[in-house]
Structure formats: structure tokens, C-alpha cells
């Protein structure tokens, strides 16, 4: 049994009128998520805004997600950076509050090379003693784990023990399965090819959508890892076209404004993130959402 499948939530972090944590709203998604039956949380991630989180709410926010899950389900906590040294404090603090596994994006904006990136991650991993999850997302950073790498960092770094993909890249996806290690997971990190990657042999999916819809998620998701893929395939249609709008703009602006319309959180962002751009978008969401029996915060 692989230690990290099924779906995960990647939260977003709801924020005031006064442009604070909600520190209300947040506890009351978490506790929404784990009621729907979600495998697991993934706080201060990419939908969660976390490069406009000072240090103090990012470790504020991991301890919150920690506290409230309670154990009940697992949480890895977001804690990539740029800077290595920068992403070994985070982590560490990560690890001290009781998180599960770590979350490690590729280093961004700064472009390292293939040696630069396995020495960042093995630091980062040789800095703790949890599990460690590398986040490859090329069209965010700029730089793509090429698999002799993320093979290397499996097999040198027996913390390193999965990979959200984000490549888009299914291919590639499906070359990590065949060469990486038989107990190292392979996630998805895009909603809309998650049932593609584990009919391809890959485990679970961190997902966006999920934060609206974990019980829809689950259902797809574990039909696909039960063999029955004819299942999550008529799941996986009726999801196509929310999953489209929350791409709609930059994520997480899409998923925020549909939690916000269902009760759960402000419509509140941190620049550069702003609301949507165009009503169009707005009404694609409404639309999509208006067939789906979605839960509404009470």
C-alpha cells in the first residue's frame, strides 16, 4: 500500500474584508473537508496564495490546519521556496507542528539547473525527518524536474517519497511511474487528468476543485483506484466543465469566487491575485456549478 493516494485538498486561504486570515472561515472548510470524507489537506500550496503569506501566517495557517484535522486525516503543509534556506526553516517549522509530509515546489523565478535542483530538494529533505512530496509545475516556475532527477532524489533520499505533477505532461507522468521506486506515488496536479494518470498507474490527485466539491472528488477518484474507470470516466464528464473554469484565470482566482458565491469564504485576495476579470468567467463558473448538487455553507 503507498502511503500517499486517493485525493487531496489543496486549500485555499480565506481571507477578511480587512485583507487578515480567516481564521473562522478556515477552520469551518477544513472541518467541511474532512466531513465529505477527503484523504487529506494540503495547506499554504499554490491555491492557497502562499507567496503573499508573510512567514508568520504561512506557520500560523500549517499550525490552524494541523490543530483542526486533529489527526483524522494526513496534512502536508506547503513549505517550498526559491531560497533553500528559506524552504529548510519553513519545513522545519512544518515538522515541529505535527504535519504529516512536506510539499516542496520547484525552486521558482531563479531557474537552477538539474544538479542545482537535487542538491535544493535533497537539503531540504536531509533537513527532516517526515515525508517529503515534490511539486513539479514548469508553468509556474520555469524549471521542470526531468526524471533522471526526480529517479535520483527517490533513490538517494528515502524521505522523497512522491511527486505532484503538474507538468501537464502525461508522458512524462507515465515515464516517473515506470522508473521510480514501486512505493513512490506519482499525484496529479491537475483536476482534469487525474483518472487519465491512474489509469496509467499513478495514485490520487491534489486537487483545486476538491475545496467546492471533496465529496464529487472522492467518488471519481477512488472509482478510478478501484479498477472501475468506466465509473470515474462518467464522474470525470460531469466534472469537465467546472474543472475548465477553474482555470479559467489564474488559479486559485476561479475556486475562490465559487466558494465565496456558496457561503464559504469572502471574495477577498492578495495582490497581485484580484477578483475575476471578466463576468463571463463568473457565469462560466455559475454555470458549471449549476447542474452539480454543491453543499452550501450554513
Known amino acids: 500500500m503507498k ?30 473537508q474532512i466531513s465529505q470524507g477527503i484523504d487529506g489537506l494540503v495547506p499554504c500550496g499554490t491555491t492557497g496564495e502562499s507567496p503573499t503569506l508573510s512567514h508568520a501566517e504561512h506557520d ?38 505535527g504535519v504529516d509530509a512536506l510539499l516542496l515546489v520547484n525552486p521558482y523565478y531563479n531557474k537552477p539547473t538539474q544538479k542545482g535542483l537535487y542538491l535544493h530538494f535533497r537539503t531540504i529533505a536531509d533537513s527532516v525527518g517526515i515525508p517529503c512530496i515534490l511539486y513539479n509545475i514548469k508553468g509556474r516556475t520555469g524549471v521542470n524536474i526531468e526524471t533522471d532527477t526526480l529517479v535520483r532524489l527517490a533513490k538517494d533520499c528515502p524521505n522523497i517519497v512522491a511527486v505532484k505533477e503538474a507538468s501537464g505532461d502525461l508522458a512524462q507522468m507515465k515515464d516517473v511511474i515506470a522508473r521510480s521506486p514501486e512505493d513512490f506515488a506519482v499525484l496529479s496536479g491537475d483536476d482534469n487528468i487525474a483518472v487519465d494518470l491512474i489509469a496509467s498507474g499513478g495514485d490520487g490527485v491534489i486537487s483545486v476543485a476538491s475545496n467546492l ?86
Not at 489543496?10 to 480567516?22: E, I
Not at 500560523?60 to 503543509?77: D, L
Not at 478501484?226 to 475548465?244: H, T, V
Open 60 to 97: 500560523r495557517v500549517i499550525a490552524t490546519t494541523v490543530e483542526v484535522a486533529n489527526g483524522r486525516v494526513p496534512v502536508i503543509a506547503g513549505t517550498g521556496s526559491n531560497a533553500t534556506s528559506e524552504a529548510v526553516r519553513l519545513s522545519k517549522h512544518a515538522e515541529t507542528a
Open 213 to 298: 466539491l471533496p465529496s464529487h472528488m472522492k467518488t471519481m477518484i477512488h472509482a478510478a483506484l478501484d479498477g472501475d474507470i468506466a465509473k470515474a470516466r462518467a464522474w470525470e464528464k460531469n466534472l469537465a466543465p467546472f474543472f475548465a473554469s477553474c482555470f479559467c484565470e489564474t488559479n486559485p482566482i476561479p475556486i475562490k469566487t465559487a466558494m465565496a458565491a456558496y457561503g464559504w469564504c469572502e471574495e477577498e485576495f492578495r495582490l497581485p491575485m484580484c477578483s475575476l476579470e471578466s463576468e463571463e468567467h463568473r457565469k462560466q463558473i455559475a454555470n458549471a456549478l449549476a447542474p452539480l448538487d454543491v453543499i452550501r455553507n450554513k
Open 3 to 32: 502511503k500517499f493516494s486517493g485525493v487531496y485538498t489543496a486549500l485555499v486561504t480565506p481571507f477578511t474584508k480587512y485583507g487578515l486570515v480567516d481564521a473562522k472561515a478556515f477552520k469551518k472548510i477544513i472541518e467541511f
